[in-house]
């Protein structure tokens, strides 16, 4: 008690206020590079922000505890509100205003699109912390765009396996009955294209019997639980996030749906913040996954992320947590290696051949750039909810865990 | 000539005196004679038991009741399933009517506001070539903050430019795209249009554009501009109509295809319980799901129907049960009453169950009794007095002539040198001495002399009477034995009681002429009695024959008279005593004579 006390000190006397705005780091006048930082601090992807914010103190603490000598940081955070007008606005801030070379963060998809697009247009990187389009990181890639959290084309990816290893049905002459319900934005639209793209390609074949495509903050599942029901499937795939998912389980469980059909999501169903927000509400086997667990995989590494996570904030870390320490990892080491007059070639060339060793890798495994979309690879944990009370306030935790490396599953 | 006369005389007072015996012979024969008169009666009975079933007082309170139960039960169900579909179809209706309008006028707020929103940015596009292919790097930053910010709107997908002829040349973001395909449908908005939705794929949800009328002027001169609209925010406008679940509500858009409120596409309904239009060509369906509303009605309608039929049903068998019960009891008594009616008085009625029926079934017992004792004893007096009557007539028309007869053949006989006649003379004595026997016979029975009561040591008078008879039963090998004690004293008629129990033992030792060898007479005391029986171990008597044998006349000795017993029980009855017969069937008859015990005081 009295180290989370001591811990909760510490991350505030680390984050100052300069005017309107936080920072982590450096000073000012210290800092060799800043970056600016967007995430929803407020509403109801609040969360999202202040665990990024706390995530990037612990890779300050990561960095300093290296044997080697990292550059000075110095991080600024703004709160998007989730606005795409109001991200685009702050990037432009970040850069005239605060002399910004890197962007990190951005929740929401759609308005990474829009940033990405103005981070180019300003000539500063866009280190992709949160969101999962595969949009950003399919075609050609963005010279000033990389991203170290899974896509959801990674996760699809993993979730076709999972689908063509775990179901019965899934031949021609069974097809798996198949319905989708994501967010009406790009993130939901990408999702669901990379599902039947790598269920296309492990030759996993189905029908499907609905999409369904609920507005982002939604209120009210029960037209869509009800549409859901109205039909015979097998796998509902949803790929809501964060409150809108807690919404849905919860609307969910006062019908039949979880014994209707099994119940999937591939890419954030497994975060911390839904486990916990649902508490003893979640349903055992469930099939989820997330971009970081804190009950997987069992490192050093990832044991103190969340122990030292917990001792400074009191909570255990949801995946944007993760996010953001990653970013300012791949931004300090990028930086590190390309030294301190680098220009951005170097460090784009640094960036694209990055190699991070990050809480969510397992043993024997560093995450890794992708050079030809900027993409950092990753391994991908999904698993099913079962009981377990070691992080409350989340009664259900995952396990029976099924384990796929970006080259293939385990 | 005189004698000839005499003996058709005789022949024919006989011949009336066995006719009217025969008569009297047999109280079946009196039933019979009433039964041959209910004859007509008796078919006409059987023509109303055999016309059918359905006049029976049961099943017509069957049908009656059923009708009585079902009519009510069927108009009410019909009423109230009539006055149920009504109310529903009512309710709905109005439930449905105020909201929808309430909706009509969300749907086209929505679009106004988007209108206005349309209006603003075209304001702020006053450029002509920012509706060119090159404008999107025409605007500047703050326009393109502008498009940011509309965008923002979660039922905003982007913005769509136009140029003069109506072609797509940019939208915002650029990863909006909108195909020419979708533009077919377009429908007046007050001063804009509304085109699509687009079609509906599987791989991302349809939209609608909003665009400025070709009309406006601004349009004319440089190009129009258009939001895409998120099609599900325009079918989640009539979330809320769905009354629960009650209601399927249906976006007819401007592609004619219908959607469900949250944007799947549904099968194209003919009828619909209301609809509104929106905007031309845009048209809101409320349809009453059969499975959501009808269903819950028709479930209920049919297990109204159902809880109708059972009721039917056990209605139908509880009184067809009632019904098959009482006619089964009431066919039982009606069967033991004809039965009685018909004459046959020695069946006993069979017992009802029910406690009404079981004391109908025993009233009607009791009544059988009484008529079986009533008619047993009419018969019995009007016997008695027949034979009275029968036995003076015979006394003073026989009898006399017969004694005229007998003196005159007795002086005849003197007289007569013939040997060969005075042996004929003696046969017609002798014949006429067996005539006088049957008619004293016939007066005792008729007419026996008052008892002279005495005191009668049993003992002393069956061994005297085995002296009398004993030489005619040793002559048919046949053992007479007595077993009585010296204090038992009786107090009657000797001559009576001496002729009732030779009658008796005469009886026994013809009986015993096929089988048998012994004759025990008994004496032995019961109660204020004195029990004095007769009994062998000779062929006895079937029970047929054993239920007449005391009446007067039955025989089934050929040359008997039938009068033997008759007068037994006569002379019994006489001397304040009774006789009781019982036998068995190829083993032996035992008749006992009850006779009152003689009291000290009693003599002679």
């Not at chain 1, 100052?16 to 509403?43: K, R, Y």
């Not at chain 2, 085995?466 to 046949?478: D, E, F, K, Y």
């Amino acid at each position: 008690m009295i180290s989370r006390m001591f811990g909760i000190i510490l991350l505030l006397a680390t984050i100052t206020v300069e005017g309107a705005e936080l920072s982590v780091g450096a000073s000012e006048a210290e800092a060799q590079e800043t970056v600016g930082c967007l995430f929803p601090m407020s509403g109801r992807g609040g969360l999202y922000g202040r665990d990024s914010v706390a995530g990037i103190q612990l890779a300050f603490e990561h960095i300093k505890a290296q044997p080697y000598q990292s550059p000075p940081i110095r991080v600024l955070f703004s709160d998007t509100s989730s606005k795409a007008s109001k991200a685009a606005r702050q990037v432009r801030n970040f850069v005239r205003q605060n002399k910004v070379r890197f962007i990190c963060g951005v929740v929401n998809s759609s308005i990474a699109l829009q940033v990405a697009q103005v981070a180019q247009e300003e000539k500063v990187f866009f280190i992709g912390t949160d969101h999962a389009s595969s949009r950003l990181t399919g075609g050609e890639p963005n010279r000033f765009y990389f991203r170290v959290n899974n896509n959801s084309e990674q996760s699809m990816r993993a979730a076709a396996s999972y689908i063509r290893k775990t179901f019965i049905k899934g031949s021609a002459k069974n097809p798996l009955r198949l319905a989708y319900i994501g967010p009406d934005y790009d993130y939901g639209y990408q999702a669901w294209k990379d599902l039947r793209l790598w269920l296309n390609k492990e030759k996993v074949h189905y029908q499907v019997e609905t999409v369904l495509w609920p507005e982002l903050y939604e209120s009210d599942y029960s037209h869509y639980l009800e549409a859901l029901l109205d039909k015979d499937v097998d796998l509902v795939v949803n790929s809501l996030w964060g409150g809108d998912l807690v919404a849905f389980i919860q609307q969910a469980n006062q019908t039949s749906l979880f014994e209707h059909a099994r119940f999937a999501n591939f890419d954030t169903g497994g975060n911390y913040e839904v486990l916990s927000a649902l508490g003893e509400n979640m349903p055992a086997g469930l099939i989820l996954s997330s971009r970081h667990h804190n009950n997987w995989p069992e490192t050093e590494h990832n044991r103190w992320f969340v122990e030292r996570f917990y001792e400074l904030t009191g909570r255990y870390p949801s995946y944007a947590a993760e996010g953001a320490y990653s970013g300012i990892l791949a931004i300090s080491e990028a930086l590190r290696l390309a030294g301190p007059d680098a220009d951005n070639d170097l460090i784009r060339e640094k960036l694209a051949s990055l190699t991070l060793t990050l809480p969510e890798d397992p043993d024997q495994f560093s995450s890794y750039m992708n050079p030809r979309n900027h993409q950092l690879q990753q391994a991908i944990a999904i698993g099913e909810t079962v009981p377990d009370d070691r992080y409350p306030p989340a009664r259900m935790m995952l396990g029976n865990w099924v384990i796929y490396r970006p080259a293939g599953p385990d | 000539m005189h004698g000839s006369i005499l003996a058709y005389a005789l022949f024919t007072k006989i011949i009336v005196f066995r006719s009217q015996a025969s008569l009297l012979n047999d109280e079946h024969s009196v039933i019979r004679h009433i039964r041959s008169q209910e004859t007509g009666i008796s078919s006409d009975e059987e023509l109303l038991q055999t016309s059918t079933s359905k006049n029976r007082l049961a099943t017509k309170y069957l049908w009656l009741s059923l009708l009585v139960a079902l009519v009510p039960l069927v108009g009410f169900a019909s009423l109230y399933d009539t006055y149920f579909s009504q109310l529903v179809s009512r309710l709905t209706e109005q439930q449905l009517s105020t909201p929808m309008a309430a909706k009509q006028n969300e749907f086209r707020v929505f679009l106004r506001e988007r209108k206005y929103e349309l209006q603003a940015l075209a304001d702020q596009f006053d450029n002509p070539d920012f509706y060119t292919p090159n404008g999107r790097y025409a605007i500047s930053s703050e326009l393109e903050g502008l498009l940011r910010l509309q965008v923002d709107t979660r039922s905003v997908y982007g913005v769509v430019f136009f140029d003069q002829k109506g072609q797509v040349v940019w939208t915002f973001p650029e990863e909006q795209t909108v195909k020419p395909a979708s533009l077919i449908h377009m429908h007046d908005f007050e001063d804009a249009e509304l085109i699509g939705p687009s079609a509906y794929s599987i791989e991302r949800p349809s939209s609608v554009i909003l665009r400025q009328s070709g009309r406006h002027e601004s349009s004319e001169n440089r190009g129009s501009i258009g939001l895409i609209l998120r099609f599900n925010s325009l079918t989640e406008v009539f979330r809320g109509l769905g009354h629960g679940g009650s209601v399927r509500v249906l976006l007819q858009a401007g592609d004619d295809n219908m959607y469900d409120v949250v944007g799947q596409p549904s099968p194209i309904i003919s009828t619909s319980t209301q609809q509104r239009t929106l905007l031309p060509g845009w048209i809101l369906h409320v349809i009453q799901d059969p499975e959501l509303v009808m269903m819950p009605v028709e479930a209920m309608r049919y297990w109204l129907l159902l809880l109708m039929a059972c009721t039917v049903a056990g209605l139908l068998w509880l009184h067809m049960s009632i019904s098959r019960r009482l006619n089964r009891q009431v066919e039982s008594l009606i069967d033991s009453v004809e039965k009685v009616a018909l004459g046959n008085l020695e069946t006993p009625v069979a017992i009802v169950q029910g406690v009404e029926m079981h004391r109908l079934t025993q009233a009607i017992e009791r009544m059988r009794l009484q008529l079986k004792a009533f008619i047993r004893s009419t018969l019995a007096i009007e016997r008695q007095a027949t034979l009275g009557q029968l036995a003076a007539g015979l006394a003073h028309d026989i009898r006399n002539p017969l004694t005229t007869i007998r003196t005159t053949v007795a002086a005849l006989s003197r007289r007569e040198r013939n040997p060969e006649s005075r042996e004929m003379m003696a046969l017609v004595e002798e014949e006429i001495d067996r005539v006088n026997d049957v008619l004293e016979n016939l007066l005792n029975f008729a007419r026996p002399r008052d008892p002279y009561a005495t005191r009668l040591d049993t003992a002393e008078l069956l061994n005297s009477i085995v002296t009398l008879v004993g030489a005619s039963a040793r002559n048919q090998g046949i053992k007479l034995s007595v077993d009585s004690v010296d204090s038992l004293v009786i107090w009657a008629d000797e001559g009576h009681i001496r002729q009732i129990l030779m009658n008796l033992i005469l009886n026994a030792l013809e009986a015993m002429s096929v089988k048998g060898s012994t004759i025990l007479l008994r004496a032995v005391k019961s109660a204020n009695e004195i029990k004095v029986s007769v009994s062998d171990d000779g062929q006895g008597m079937p029970d047929d024959i054993q239920a007449h044998i005391m009446e007067p006349f039955y025989t089934t000795k050929p040359a008997g008279t039938g009068l033997g017993l008759a007068i037994c029980a006569t002379l019994a009855k006489s001397n304040g005593g009774r006789l009781m017969i019982e036998s068995i069937d190829s083993s032996g008859t035992k008749v006992t004579v009850f006779l009152p015990a003689a009291s000290e005081e009693e003599y002679e």
